[in-house]
Nanobody, 125 residues
Framework: QLRLVESGGGLVQPGGSLRLSCAAS????????IGWFRQAPGKEREGVSC????????NFADSVKGRFTISRDNAKNTVYLRTNSLKPEDTAVYYC??????????????????WGQGTQVTVSS
């Protein structure tokens, strides 16, 4: 059974950091681009960042550029999203998703095939 499991969310003060993890089971991530998406209450889900299968390219939403980084450790079958300088508007459920693709990574949720259950990130003082 193919599964993606997110972890690392929580409550953090503005300006703080969290490292979100996306771990795969039932398949290897080597050939998959991984995207991170988020959905805030009352809002549509939006793309945050993605990384290609090789790790050689990544994309970021304008709202998180310079604050978030993405990386992958294929040996651990895990992708990480490091969220720095968090703001209250970053509060959302964060989801990771996988897409089998030869190169690059789209930041469009409709392209992605497999999804995790999400992890809550709350930024509040």
């Amino acid at each position: 059974q193919l599964r993606l499991v997110e972890s690392g969310g929580g409550l953090v003060q503005p300006g703080g950091s969290l490292r979100l993890s996306c771990a795969a089971s039932g398949f290897t991530l080597d050939d998959y681009a991984i995207g991170w998406f988020r959905q805030a209450p009352g809002k549509e889900r939006e793309g945050v960042s993605c990384i290609s299968s090789s790790g050689g390219s990544a994309n970021f939403a304008d709202s998180v550029k310079g604050r978030f980084t993405i990386s992958r450790d294929n040996a651990k079958n895990t992708v990480y999203l490091r969220t720095n300088s968090l703001k209250p508007e970053d509060t959302a459920v964060y989801y990771c998703a996988a897409l089998w693709v030869v190169a690059g990574c789209p930041l469009m949720e409709k392209e992605y095939e497999y999804w995790g259950q999400g992890t809550q990130v709350t930024v509040s003082s």
